[in-house]
T-cell receptor, first 116, second 113 residues
Framework: AQSVTQLGSHVSVSEGALVLLRCNYS??????LFWYVQYPNQGLQLLLK??????LVKGINGFEAEFKKSETSFHLTKPSAHMSDAAEYFC??????????????FGTGTRLTIIP | DTGVSQDPRHKITKRGQNVTFRCDPI?????LYWYRQTLGQGPEFLTY????????KSRLLSDRFSAERPKGSFSTLEIQRTEQGDSAMYLC???????????FGPGTRLTVT
């Protein structure tokens, strides 16, 4: 069974400061890993994903994440926070199959607040 | 590509009533997923289809819930005899078989009074 733990349900950073959102996962096989962002009353938008290959992945809006197998982590970072980054962020894991991706297992989310 | 659409966006119903939600996936996507998101939580998987076949159902999907995708295009999720605990955001997503990314719709927010 897969699981995701997001440390910190609320994170506040000043505009221009580093954003670090933490995600640890559990999976019985090498997983696919994802970060999604959700703005109020909207669906989820994919920020970035890791499948195989390079462990540092870059996504939209200046975000990136690094897959660390030894630490079972996939933390999300952005060098300089912008007011528009304020949202809920979800880390998710899935187990790859011969038919691609199947169900996603999500963490409980981290609400990011940007302080002007 | 108009994205995944869901209808209605909001639904308020009284306890005991039946409700039905619709999801229209991205047109060429043959996989369709339903998730439920309660306040302050991440989405939880409910069920998914490949074309018209329902391939997996979560234990969260009680007997009061039924999902269909009769022609392998749009899908419906019905909840019978709604309970207050059914209040949540119901999210639909679609993907291609063999694809990695799931594309989410805007969700249907259900409030049971």
């Amino acid at each position: 069974a897969q699981s995701v733990t997001q440390l910190g349900s609320h994170v506040s950073v000043s505009e221009g400061a580093l954003v670090l959102l933490r995600c640890n996962y559990s999976s019985s096989v090498p997983p696919y890993l994802f970060w999604y962002v959700q703005y109020p009353n909207q669906g989820l938008q994919l920020l970035l994903k890791y499948t195989t290959g390079a462990t540092l992945v870059k996504g939209i809006n200046g975000f990136e994440a690094e897959f660390k197998k030894s630490e079972t982590s996939f933390h999300l970072t952005k060098p300089s926070a912008h007011m528009s980054d304020a949202a809920e962020y979800f880390c998710a894991v899935s187990e790859p199959t011969n038919f691609g991706n199947e169900k996603l297992t999500f963490g409980t989310g981290t609400r990011l607040t940007i302080i002007p | 590509d108009t994205g995944v659409s869901q209808d209605p966006r909001h639904k308020i119903t009284k306890r005991g009533q039946n409700v039905t939600f619709r999801c229209d996936p991205i047109s060429e996507h043959n996989r369709l997923y339903w998730y439920r998101q309660t306040l302050g939580q991440g989405p939880e998987f409910l069920t998914y289809f490949q074309n018209e076949a329902q391939l997996e159902k979560s234990r969260l999907l009680s007997d009061r819930f039924s999902a269909e995708r009769p022609k392998g295009s749009f899908s419906t999720l019905e909840i019978q005899r709604t309970e207050q605990g059914d209040s949540a955001m119901y999210l639909c997503a679609s993907s291609l078989v063999g694809g990695v990314e799931q594309y989410f719709g805007p969700g249907t927010r259900l409030t049971v009074t």
